[in-house]
């Protein structure tokens, strides 16, 4: 029987690095209330239960700004307050890619 050689741990596939490029936009589908004003558009705000502004959400469950083809927001440069402050490859995004993870299987 040949020796079990041990594989250098070097030769092992990396993780892919935590992109939003490499995401389904996972953050996207969380609730953003809109706190400041960005210029975001009309048509992407709704009331929520309490009469405060949130980002509206399709049937999809992901934000009506994003680009369903791109996968990336279509408002950037109006994107609300929480959208900026919401850091990739922090622990909240960490959650969020757990939390979707069936996608990429
Ligand atoms: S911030 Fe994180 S969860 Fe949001 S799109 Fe980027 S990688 Fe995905
Ligand atoms: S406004 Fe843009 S960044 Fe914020 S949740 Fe919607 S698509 Fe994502």
């Known amino acids: 029987m040949p020796a079990l050689t041990q ?4 030769q092992l596939p990396a993780e892919p ?9 996972c953050c996207c589908q ?8 960005t210029g975001v558009p009309q048509r992407f705000i709704e009331a929520d239960a309490w009469g405060g502004e ?14 369903r083809d791109s996968m990336l927001c279509s408002i950037y440069e109006q994107r609300p307050l ?5 850091e990739m490859r ?12 069936a996608i990429y299987r």
């Open 7 to 10: 594989i250098p741990l070097t």
């Open 17 to 25: 690095a935590i992109s939003c490029s490499n995401c389904a936009a």
């Open 30 to 37: 969380l609730e953003v209330m809109l706190i400041t004003d």
């Open 54 to 67: 949130v980002m509206k959400r399709l049937d999809d469950g992901w934000c009506a700004a994003l680009d």
């Open 82 to 86: 929480i959208c900026r402050e919401f």
């Open 90 to 101: 922090s622990a909240e995004c960490q959650d969020e890619r757990r939390g979707m993870a």
